[in-house]
Each structure stands twice: as structure tokens, then as C-alpha cells.
């Protein structure tokens, strides 16, 4: 099995629904590595690592929302596989073994 890596936005009725606590569980039971935030637009956007069978699974969870949620479209596209201590601000002090709830402010 390989460890791939993407960058996923979801477009819909996705924010004031729980749905990156929604996110972020879904992540968790699939051993499932990022992070999660909302997005000025309206939609919610992140990254996702792990194996490729979990990312798929994880990717359909997105699909059907959270409860409260109307998810309209997932954008999913593959990245390059982070190391340790790569990134910048946030993503560099996000530990690669985690799922985490990006705090932003628009």
C-alpha cells in the first residue's frame, strides 16, 4: 500500500454545521494525517495523507456531509507527500501522525 496526499474543498452548506468536526473524525477512524479550515468563500478546504484505500473512503465520507451539511462538490486533487518539519506557519508545527482543526479568521 503507498501513502499519497491530497488537497480537498468541499462547496456546499459546509460551515456552521460541525462539518470539520465531522472531518476530523472521519479522518481519525482512518488513520488519516492533515488538517481541516474553513475558507473565505464559504467552503471548507484542507489536506489529507494516508493510504490510498483510506484516502478513497475518506473522500466518500466528504461526499455525503456531516448531518447537517449539503455537500454540492469536493475538489480532490494529489499533492506531494509531506515531511517533517516541512511546510510553513501552521503546517509546519502540525504534527504528520495527526488530524487537526485549522483556526482561521477571514
Not at 28 to 49: H, K, M, R, W, Y
Not at 76 to 100: P, T
Amino acid at each position: 500500500m503507498s501513502v499519497k496526499r491530497y488537497a480537498f474543498t468541499v462547496h456546499g452548506q459546509v460551515q456552521g454545521v460541525f462539518f470539520r468536526k465531522f472531518t476530523r473524525q472521519s479522518a481519525n477512524s482512518l488513520s488519516i494525517s492533515g488538517f481541516v479550515q474553513n475558507l473565505p468563500d464559504s467552503t471548507v478546504g484542507g489536506e489529507a495523507e494516508g493510504l490510498l484505500d483510506n484516502l478513497e473512503k475518506f473522500r466518500q465520507k466528504l461526499e455525503e456531509g456531516s448531518d447537517l451539511s449539503s455537500v454540492q462538490k469536493v475538489e480532490w486533487n494529489e499533492i506531494d507527500v509531506r515531511k517533517e518539519g516541512e511546510g510553513q506557519g501552521y503546517m509546519k508545527a502540525m504534527s504528520a501522525d495527526s488530524f487537526s482543526i485549522a483556526r482561521t479568521r477571514h
